[in-house]
């Protein structure tokens, strides 16, 4: 018999392209094409540097074709300066980082790189006209869009219009035109892609700090629920005893008896849930891991094959998962996660939590990934010892980070 822990979808790993789901504790999911993009993009330097040498290559091409147009050493001295200018405020229109600067400046910054694509125009003739692509980018990613795209179509159809004015053919108009137009929209691209990658990673940075705390949360309200009545009785009847310990001495000690039962109770109470030993479902926490780490952007695929037991080893194999999870959230930079359960035929339960966000290696690296504090996985260990079951992790074939727990499904103590 086979079950699989989805989430509501027919199979495990599955999606949708507009599957929006909820993670725990009313934590927004990434929607599959927005966790996709931040999964499969490059990393923001990288998109950024991507950027910078599209608007550097374009920038060559300018200047060579200034350098076949004319050897004046002014020229291109003062050609290399208007270049290096119309590339600073290139990045100041498109960079992320200067988003701020950019909703203060931007209007003046924007009019600047209009004078030095304008006015250089009839001294340098055609060659500077390939300009208006960037002044149309930066049109665009500066303005509201109500008023850019006509400006951009105004920039393109001056670019048309450049070559009469400079005595220059149809051919070479419509050319500059389409030239224009195509770079700007490529800049405006790529710079939009860059700052939403940015702006995605981010995102998933704060979902998964907020999935972090939803779980902190949730452990404290275990810690109140469990402990609220008992710490009030005590209170309560400690108040008691004191009020009786002169005039009812033997009633003050019925209450004192009590109050020392429910303070055993509560000490075992504060021990189960230190230890992760309530009752738990491997199958519900599997369900609530997954989006958990889809809220974190993690892709997640969860499969649960066999009858899962009930009891003692349910709950330790769910508190191995929420560890694992908890450990993946705040120390890994994972993308995809893998958690897959099954039994032996001899008996025995296997968890399995794999992900690939292990920092790459040196030669004879242990193949566990360094956490800021290995005392959880160190308890889970114990806890799994002391009912005949064993956690193991290393590197699989993939570069997957495995961690690999398994305890018999029925437990007998002594």
Same mark, same amino acid.
């Given at each position: 018999m086979e079950a699989t822990a989805s989430s509501g979808r027919a199979k495990a790993g599955s999606s949708t392209a507009d599957d929006v789901e909820t993670g725990t504790g009313g934590i927004p999911a990434l929607s599959t094409a927005v966790r996709t993009l931040g999964v499969d993009a490059p990393p923001p330097q990288v998109a950024l540097s991507i950027l910078v040498l599209v608007m550097s290559g374009f920038m060559l091409v300018g200047f060579l074709n200034i350098l076949e147009a004319s050897s004046s050493p002014t020229i291109l001295i003062v050609t290399g300066a208007g270049f290096v200018a119309i590339f600073g405020l290139q990045l100041v229109h498109s960079a992320h980082r200067l988003r701020r600067l950019r909703a203060r400046w931007g209007r003046w910054t924007l009019a600047l790189q209009a004078l030095l694509t304008y006015l250089p125009l009839f001294t340098l003739g055609l060659a500077w006209g390939g300009m208006g692509g960037f002044l149309g980018a930066s049109v665009l990613l500066v303005l509201p869009a109500r008023a850019a795209w006509p400006l951009f179509g105004a920039v393109g159809a001056i670019a048309c219009v450049t070559g009469p004015l400079l005595d220059q053919g149809v051919i070479s108009s419509v050319y500059i035109g389409v030239s224009t137009i195509l770079t700007g929209l490529i800049v405006y691209g790529l710079s939009r892609l860059a700052n939403l990658?940015?702006?995605?990673?981010?995102?998933?940075?704060?979902?998964?700090?907020?999935?972090?705390?939803?779980?902190?949360? *949730?452990?404290?309200?275990?810690?109140? #629920?469990?402990?609220?009545?008992? /710490?009030?009785? $005590?209170?309560?009847? !400690?108040?008691? @005893?004191? *009020?009786?310990?002169?005039?009812?001495? #033997?009633?003050?000690?019925?209450? /004192?008896?009590? $109050?020392?039962?429910? !303070?055993?109770? @509560?000490?075992?109470?504060?021990?189960?849930?230190?230890?992760?030993?309530?009752?738990?479902?491997?199958?519900?926490?599997?369900? !609530?891991?997954? @989006?958990?780490?889809?809220?974190?952007?993690?892709?997640?695929?969860?499969?649960?094959?066999?009858?899962?037991?009930?009891?003692?080893?349910?709950?330790?194999?769910?508190?191995?998962?929420?560890?694992?999870?908890?450990?993946?959230?705040?120390?890994?930079?994972?993308?995809?996660?893998?958690i897959e359960s099954w039994t032996t035929p001899a008996g025995r339960l296997v968890l399995t939590i794999a992900n690939d966000g292990v920092e790459k290696a040196g030669p004879g690296a242990a193949g566990v990934p360094s956490g800021r504090d290995g005392s959880g996985l160190h308890n889970l260990q114990f806890r799994l010892a002391a009912i005949g079951g064993r956690l193991s992790s290393g590197i699989d074939d993939k570069g997957w980070f495995v961690l690999t727990a398994e305890a018999p499904i029925a437990v007998e103590h002594d």
């Open positions: 990658v940015v702006e995605v990673q981010g995102a998933q940075q704060a979902l998964a700090r907020l999935a972090v705390g939803q779980e902190r949360l *949730r452990f404290a309200r275990d810690l109140h #629920d469990l402990l609220g009545y008992s /710490l009030s009785a $005590i209170t309560l009847k !400690s108040e008691l @005893a004191r *009020r009786l310990v002169h005039c009812e001495a #033997d009633r003050a000690l019925v209450e /004192l008896e009590n $109050i020392l039962e429910i !303070s055993r109770q @509560a000490l075992a109470d504060v021990r189960t849930v230190a230890r992760g030993y309530r009752d738990m479902s491997l199958a519900t926490e599997a369900v !609530s891991a997954r @989006a958990v780490l889809e809220a974190g952007g993690i892709h997640a695929t969860v499969e649960i094959r066999g009858q899962l037991p009930e009891g003692e080893t349910s709950t330790i194999m769910a508190t191995v998962l929420r560890e694992a999870v908890t450990n993946l959230l705040r120390h890994s930079k994972a993308e995809h996660c893998r």
